[in-house]
């Protein structure tokens, strides 16, 4: 007599019954994983942008500015850094910029772009020492941030993950001090919408 092996119908149940109980308490915590994951590159890139924006600030002695940006070109004032920011020499200090890549010293042109995030769950903003939002800063040679009209400026940017329905599910705040020091704070006040 002929023995068959596989699977009977109710180990393939059972296998399949295990499985779907496994995909629906995983889904959930990878969703969860990957919001984290986003939050922490959204977090990590503007770090990078103002680092860059002050170090080249520094070594070209010129202003280098850094301004939310949603083509890439121009500076916006949206009052959100979610749609991109670009960082570039602002010789004349007006963050009218060129749009052109950097060839010759001290004269407007593009350092970095950075595009939107895609995800809809993400939110960066920016507010300043009087809670009024920030659209751009320009860092001077010597490696402090000014604002527009040259007053000495500091912020906090808030990066926050939010659910479907509009609540936080996790937050960071990067701060920028007024000695140009660029840092994440667990402590500093994260405004979310």
């Not at 680092?51 to 004032?77: F, P, Q, Y």
Request: glycine residues 8%; hydrophobic residues 40%.
């Amino acid at each position: 007599m002929k023995k068959y092996s596989g699977f009977t119908l109710i180990e393939l149940m059972i296998t399949l019954f295990i499985v779907g109980i496994l995909l629906a308490v995983g889904v959930p915590s990878l969703k969860t994983f990957m919001q984290g994951n986003q939050l922490v590159a959204a977090t990590n890139e503007l770090i990078s942008a103002l680092h860059l924006a002050r170090s080249e600030a520094i070594k070209i002695n010129a202003r280098v500015s850094i301004c939310e940006s949603s083509d890439g070109k121009t500076c916006a004032n949206s009052g959100s850094w979610k749609e991109g920011w670009i960082v570039f020499v602002d010789a004349n200090g007006d963050l009218a910029n060129t749009g052109t890549a950097c060839t010759a010293p001290n004269t407007d042109c593009l350092l970095r772009i950075h595009d939107g995030f895609t995800d809809n769950d993400l939110t960066i903003a920016g507010v300043d020492a009087n809670a009024a939002a920030i659209s751009s800063f320009t860092f001077t040679s010597r490696g402090l941030p000014k604002a527009v009209n040259g007053a000495s400026q500091s912020g906090v940017y808030s990066v926050c993950s939010l659910d479907s329905g509009g609540n936080t599910i996790d937050s960071r705040a990067v701060v920028l001090s007024l000695s140009g020091r660029v840092r994440v704070s667990d402590n500093a006040a994260v405004i979310c919408p």
